[in-house]
């Protein structure tokens, strides 16, 4: 079971994946989807990642799509949301490293994804 990972920067993040066996930095990867992967860390786990689909007849005008992704202790990389602009990736991606810090967001490997750790509270009863 993988739990969140815990890194130095964003060089130790790529060490950790191709040690464990994983090709998600690999430049041919990268390059297949026309990814780039910015260099901040946030917390020890939480990075940026930007994609471009390639032009065809369906993609006349491809855009460009940031991806806040967030580095696993077993070497793989998990999404946690993609946005229209870097700057709103950055700022989503500084948010989850706090919520992940604090355990207000855990990944859940029942699921395979992230979840809101703060219970839901019971609906106020009126007499």
């Keep these: 079971m993988k739990s ?3 890194f ?12 464990n066996g994983y090709n998600w930095f690999n430049p041919e990867t990268l390059r297949w989807f026309n990814g780039k992967v910015y260099d901040l860390l946030f917390g020890s786990c939480v990075f940026v990642s930007s994609e471009k689909q390639n032009y065809s007849r369906f993609t006349p005008n491809p855009q460009r799509q940031y991806s806040v992704r967030v580095a696993m202790d077993n070497g793989s990389i998990e999404r946690y949301g993609s946005y229209n602009t870097k700057r709103k990736a950055d700022r989503e991606a500084q948010w989850l490293a706090k919520a992940l810090a604090n355990d207000t967001v855990v990944w859940c490997n029942d699921t395979y994804g992230f979840v809101n750790s703060q219970p839901e509270l019971p609906m106020a009863s009126h007499s």
């Design 8 to 19: 130095n920067s964003i060089y130790d993040v790529k060490s950790s994946n191709r040690n």
């Design 4 to 6: 969140i990972g815990s």
